[in-house]
């Protein structure tokens, strides 16, 4: 049975462990929202030890074909873009494994005229010697698409459903092939039949309400573990931030929620791993990391040749979708425009100087890979 098919039960239909999740979103008071971070600790130290996995995004494109109502790189948004040149992508990423990153996302829009299967495996296979992961977040593709991909070096896939409710995606998605619900929801299942051994899901929280969107994201991972038992699921829960186009979050989703979401992840999923990114200010992925988070970005931009300014000279402005001259205001505008802003702005290092003292301890690399290399 597909996922689809399970999605549309759930009202009616849902996994015992899904029953249970649900049990421990029900509005909590502050001594049962304590016990439940206290199992959340327990489990996230028995399952991944004192250890934080960091990562950093490398965007290679904000081209795109999709109209996204909350995104800034929506087609229709007449922002500042750049395909990186493979150079320009190994440019990028020098710079992030100077820094200690050997665990890398490759980010982009979805446009299959700049961001090919091709052009994807031509940059993995660039960054391989360097990094001992490398994932892709990029336009879904037929499993024949990813297998060179995978071929040339790349172990993960993530893929956000972005919303579970179907009526919202509709009205989010107003043009492009994003629209089409079914074949984004499969696509884990594709990037796992192509040979991803890591898969990575999320909601993005703002634009329906959080415990059903939650409850959707529960049933997908559920669903996963059993189709995709040889593969790892991660779980990423980022919550909407400003970006071009000014859409503002339908739903709100409270800080206190965030953590029992959390929470409620990791005693029902002990080995998930769990994602949070810099969409979140500093002060709250503190709080946050010792609850079951097993997984940062550190140090991140979101717009293309951010991090050593690459690709500037290729830069050019579209109008829905037709380019146009870049129309640079007074020199500052000189960069390709990021897909959202973000929220902790610390260097890498400061993160992993804060991490080691709460006690644990940052990877920069991902081991399971290293050590299984011939
Ligand atoms: S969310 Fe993705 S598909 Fe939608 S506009 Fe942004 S980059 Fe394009």
Known sequence: MSFA??????????APSVRHFERLLSPASDDQLEELARQSRAL???????TMRLFAPLYL????????SYCGFSRDNPILRVTLEVEQVVAEAQHLAAQGFRQILLVAGEHPKFVSSTYLADCV???NSKFSSIAIEVGPMETKEYVPVVAAGAEA?????ETYDRATYAEMHTS??????NWRLDCPVRGYEAGFRRIGVGALFGLAEWRSEAIALAAHVDYLLKCCWQAQISVSLPRLRPAAGGFQPRFSMTDRELAQLICALRITFPQVGIVLSTRERASLRDALVPLGVTMMSAGSHTEPGGYTR?????????IRGRIVAPEFENGSDQLATGQFEISDDRAPAEIARVLRGSGLEPVWKDWDQALLAP
């Not at 896939?157 to 459903?161: A, D, I």
């Not at 690459?310 to 579209?318: K, S």
């Open 5 to 14: 098919a399970v999605l549309d039960e759930l009202p009616l239909a849902k």
């Open 157 to 161: 896939l993530v893929v956000y459903q």
């Open 310 to 318: 690459q690709g500037t000279e290729n830069l050019h402005r579209t």
């Open 125 to 127: 296979r660039a960054l």
């Open 176 to 181: 492009g092939p994003k629209r089409d619900f």
């Open 44 to 50: 996230t130290l028995q399952n991944f030890g004192r």
């Open 61 to 68: 494109s904000n081209e795109c074909i999709n109209n996204c």
